[in-house]
Antibody, heavy 120, light 106 residues
């Protein structure tokens, strides 16, 4: 059974960076894209980007382009999302999610979420 | 970007009720439309993919329908665990966008 486990909560100062990890298990890591979705407290869901773990190819949402970097480590079946130049509006839960479809894109399962708080 | 609009934004219901949530896309997404349930403090859970397909392990009281720009999620016989927020999501093209959510309350 596929499982995604994320790193713990982070408290960051404005202008700094955060790197969140997502370790996959229970399936062949390289077979499915992994996505990042964020949710500000009490708000909706916003797609941030994806990585193809096989090739390392990435696609990012325009609103995060230039600040986001998604990488993977095939040896540990782990994907990383780094967000730079943090501001208070980046305070949110960050989720990784697997896309098990074949070019249709849905998300299952999801990681448990990582709360990133940006505050001086 | 494809805009996804859900209605209503919230609704009140009782255990056993039949509930319908609507999702409209700003342009056709064919059947690339998915539904999620998010319980408070938890990650979203996939309910329906490709507009009408029930995810394995999800109860049959959840049904999805629609094509193109107009989709619905119906819950037949609301259970206590269904009091949550529901999101639609288009998987047609990037950026993959979500509706704003529908909160189902007692």
């Amino acid at each position: 059974q596929a499982l995604l486990v994320q790193s713990g909560a982070e408290l960051k100062k404005p202008g700094t960076s955060v790197k969140v990890s997502c370790q996959a298990s229970g399936y062949t890591f390289s077979s499915f894209p992994l996505h990042w979705v964020r949710q500000a407290p009490g708000q909706g869901l916003a797609w941030m980007g994806l990585i193809d773990p096989s090739s390392g190819d990435t696609t990012y949402a325009q609103s995060f382009r230039g600040r986001i970097t998604v990488t993977r480590d095939k040896s540990t079946s782990t994907v990383y999302m780094e967000l730079d130049s943090l501001r208070s509006e980046d305070t949110a839960f960050y989720y990784c999610a697997r896309d098990p479809s074949n070019h249709a894109t849905w998300f299952d399962p999801w990681g448990q979420g990582t709360l990133v708080t940006v505050s001086s | 970007d494809i805009q996804m609009t859900q209605s209503p934004s919230s609704l009140s219901a009782s255990v056993g009720d039949r509930v319908t949530i609507t999702c409209r896309a700003s342009e056709s997404v064919n059947t690339f439309l998915n539904w999620y349930r998010q319980k408070p403090g938890k990650a979203p859970q996939l309910l329906i993919f490709a507009a009408t397909s029930l995810q394995r392990g999800v109860p049959s009281r959840f049904t999805g329908s629609g094509l193109g720009t107009h989709f619905t999620l119906t819950i037949s016989g609301l259970q206590p665990e269904d009091f949550a927020t529901y999101y639609c999501q288009q998987g047609s093209r990037t950026p993959y966008t979500f509706g704003q959510g529908t909160k189902v309350e007692i």
